[in-house]
T-cell receptor, first 117, second 112 residues
Framework: GAVVSQHPSRVICKSGTSVKIECRSL??????MFWYRQFPKQSLMLMAT?????????EQGVEKDKFLINHASLTLSTLTVTSAHPEDSSFYIC?????????????FGPGTRLTVL | SQQGEEDPQALSIQEGENATMNCSYK?????LQWYRQNSGRGLVHLIL?????REKHSGRLRVTLDTSKKSSSLLITASRAADTASYFC????????????FGKGITLSVRP
């Protein structure tokens, strides 16, 4: 149980275009999902917390107009990178929050590799 | 800001040896988690240790937590070449609504 998928796994786009990444919880419902970004050989940095039915909460320094998050259902959150530029090239990972062992646990998707040319 | 800081940053050992990785953090936590990431892939959750626990075992993994020193260690016993990966500690800070803060990671290489 607690499987999270991401689509696409890899995407290459031209500078200036927008790219949408989907994060789905396959066998559970998640009111809260998280989006992370990971540059090569670096750690995961939390970008935003996605809440179903309400606005996302962005971390300091993350532009909400550039990284649009929509959490329209209990199993799907999307991240749209608008007007992508080469510096947005990164590995984007989502996670979904689920009850586990008396507490809460984040279950991670496999990641999406974005390359902006 | 980074909460967890792992050391060493890179570790190379021979298959069969034990690997010990350490993580330090700065603030009060609800729990600390260790993850593995193979190159270019997603995260694999290894183990979670709560703030009121001192040690946990899972297979060849042993995790300790010392809240007085704000540190944790991950021990992998009898390492295998397949254990080669990056390892991250992540802390869930008290009152943080389940948000995780990841350390910089440790690159483990296990030579066959």
């Amino acid at each position: 149980g607690a499987v999270v998928s991401q689509h696409p796994s890899r995407v290459i786009c031209k500078s200036g275009t927008s790219v949408k990444i989907e994060c789905r919880s396959l066998d559970f419902q998640a009111t809260t999902m998280f989006w992370y970004r990971q540059f090569p050989k670096q750690s995961l940095m939390l970008m935003a917390t996605s809440n179903e039915g309400s606005k996302a909460t962005y971390e300091q320094g993350v532009e909400k107009d550039k990284f649009l998050i929509n959490h329209a259902s209990l199993t799907l959150s999307t991240l749209t990178v608008t007007s992508a530029h080469p510096e947005d090239s990164s590995f984007y990972i989502c996670s979904a929050l689920a009850a586990s062992g008396g507490g809460w646990e984040q279950f991670f998707g496999p990641g999406t590799r974005l390359t902006v040319l | 800001s980074q909460q967890g800081e792992e050391d060493p940053q890179a570790l190379s050992i021979q298959e069969g040896e034990n690997a010990t990785m350490n993580c330090s953090y700065k603030t009060s936590i609800n729990n600390l988690q260790w993850y593995r990431q193979n190159s270019g892939r997603g995260l694999v959750h290894l183990i979670l240790i709560r703030s009121n626990e001192r040690e946990k075992h899972s297979g060849r993994l042993r995790v300790t937590l010392d809240t007085s020193k704000k540190s944790s260690s991950l021990l992998i016993t009898a390492s295998r070449a397949a254990d080669t990966a990056s390892y991250f500690c992540a802390t869930e800070t008290s009152g943080a609504n389940s948000k995780l803060t990841f350390g910089k990671g440790i690159t483990l290489s296990v030579r066959p």
